[in-house]
């Protein structure tokens, strides 16, 4: 695990870009499946879902969004790669590595790459890079 990171003291929210890559094909491609795992990441990350919505490419791949009372949870999906991007974007007392502790086994990802990025510090941002390999 490689960590860099700056520090800053009081944020808005915490925002992860996450790359998960050696994910399921079936899973990536399952726009009700994603929609679920999404919802269920948010709730896993003690945030509340208030709408969605997704969509399905042709021939393959989905997008979406889950709006949290607390901001949100975003994906895009390549199946054919087994690549999924991700945003969880948190406030408040949510967790959002619990949210991405759900979609990382649940997407089957063999691999995760992770930036943590605290928001609305006026004096800067405080980013951090976390590269998981094989889940840990």
Known sequence: M?????STAAIAGTHFL?????????????????????TSAA????????TSAFHTFRPRGVTGVVVLAESHISIHTWPESGYAAVDVYTCGACLPEEAHAYLLEHLGASSAQVLEVRRGDQLGVTAQRIDLVDGR
């Open 2 to 6: 490689t960590v860099e990171t700056t």
């Open 43 to 50: 709730e896993a990350a003690g945030a509340t879902p208030v």
């Open 18 to 38: 996450v790359e998960y890559s050696g994910c399921r094909a079936a899973v990536l491609d399952d726009v009700d499946r994603v929609r679920t795992l999404l």
